[in-house]
């Protein structure tokens, strides 16, 4: 992906960080000077140059482009130029991909590790937020280049949190009336076994099948 989209930023004038596009060339290529080289980046800066960014930097790119063509005096280009501008003002204000609220860039953060990626997805499972599932099941976080307010991030971890200690609780709450459903049945087992002998008058037998069909028969009752 880098050997293939530096070039085409480069080409733009829309390198997203300041390169020195000359040092990956080393008479074959990008792809050849990073792996001669062994080249490592970080993962943020990487998807500064992924194919999400890069198409929207060519739609400036040609964006810009059409304007520059049109006559400098042409009442068209006047009309072009602030619908330009209306195009700015509506590209610096984006949405939370959580709570679907715009707002400024600034107030939000970019959704860029699949650690993220990830937990978002366990999150929604747990929550059976199909709204979220539906976001998260074209692509994952970073391609998408999804912001979220950070307050939205942390309601949505605290509420995943809270429905799993509920499941937890009412797990413990069924295993222990499963236990107490065992004791009163054995209870009740042993006492029924005691009343049999005690009222006979010889000794009776009891088939180990019997009682233990007894014995799931009370507790399921």
Known sequence: MLATNIPKFHEMNSLPILLDVRRFYNGSGIESTLTTNEAKYHSSCRIKFNNTKLKRAEQRYE???SIKSEPC???KFIRRSIDHS???LKQDIVKCFLCDKEAPPSSLREAMTMKLND???RCAETLQDKQL???LSTWDVIAQDLKYHPACLVALYNKERA???KTEEQAQIDTDAEKEAGDVAL???VNYVFETQRNSD???TFRLADLSNMYEKRVQQ
């Open 73 to 75: 005096c042409s009442p």
């Open 187 to 189: 209870a009740e087992l």
């Open 86 to 88: 209306d195009t700015k």
């Open 163 to 165: 429905v799993k200690k």
């Open 202 to 204: 010889g000794a009776n």
């Open 63 to 65: 964006s810009t482009k």
């Open 119 to 121: 937990r978002l997805k």
């Open 133 to 135: 599932l539906a976001k």
